[in-house]
């Protein structure tokens, strides 16, 4: 997947405190994106693995998708890419594709379970 850049330019150093509010407001924009075929956030359905924010203001996530042949492969990274890109600070962002783990339905939070039908 691309990397994406915003324009700012400046060097950044985040304390922790500051990095902790920006991993957040990445959850919160997480929240937003949703897989196609199911109506539940990516982030309570267990496909976000790592959010990590350094203190140059540049974030990597770790993300998998429900399957290999899953139809919004294609869109979903950068879909994620672009959620995150906007933050006012970010700098650069990575969104990697893992398979390993694999994915399965116990990764969800209680919510997505519950409004799926498996609790």
């Keep these: 997947m691309a990397e994406q850049t915003t324009p700012e330019a400046s060097a950044t150093t985040l304390n922790v ?30 496909l976000i693995y790592n959010i990590k924010v350094e203190p140059t203001a540049d974030v990597h ?14 869109t979903l990274p950068g879909e994620v890419e672009d959620k995150i890109v906007v933050i006012p600070g970010i700098k650069n962002v990575k969104v ?12 969800m939070s209680e919510a997505a379970k519950l409004q799926l039908g498996f609790l």
């Design 96 to 107: 990697e594709v893992v398979w390993d783990p694999t994915w399965d339905k116990n990764m």
């Design 61 to 74: 996530v770790k993300m998998t998708l429900t399957s290999p042949g899953c139809p919004a492969a294609g």
């Design 17 to 46: 405190s500051e990095m902790v509010q920006y991993h957040d407001k990445i959850v919160e924009k997480m929240r937003t994106v949703y897989d196609p075929e199911i109506p539940v956030n990516i982030y309570d359905l267990g």
